[in-house]
Nanobody, 122 residues
């Protein structure tokens, strides 16, 4: 089992940047991981994922602006968010899955954190 703790959210103006971090309680080498978000009154949206190797996938809405990465030694997953837009405003969650569950949508992964709020003003 792994616990996930997100940080790095905040309030920024449109065009600004934030870097979200997600620290895991254990070795993350064997997990696929990702970020999803949910805004009030909206459906959950998968944002980005990274496989057990280095493969990454992004939602069309964030391609070219967001970058997912991880530092195995620090047991940390990151989401670098640039050129932020008001529509990026949401609670962002980190999630992880053992290989058996990696085919699921990110928001259905085995483990998730408590979330960190991102607010982008115009």
């Amino acid at each position: 089992q792994v616990q996930l703790v997100e940080s790095g959210g905040g309030s920024v103006q449109a065009g600004g940047s934030l870097r979200l971090s997600c620290v895991a309680s254990g070795d993350i080498r064997w997990y696929c991981m990702g970020w999803f978000r949910q805004a009030p009154g909206k459906e959950r949206e998968a944002v980005a994922r990274i496989g057990t190797g280095t493969s990454t996938t992004y939602a069309d809405s964030v391609k070219g602006r967001f970058t997912i990465s991880r530092d195995m030694a620090k047991k940390t997953l990151y989401l670098q968010m640039n050129s932020l837009k008001p529509e990026d405003t949401a609670m962002y969650y980190c999630a992880a899955a053992t290989s058996l569950f990696c085919q699921r949508e990110i928001y259905n992964f085995n483990y998730r954190g408590q979330g960190t709020q991102v607010t982008v003003s115009s």
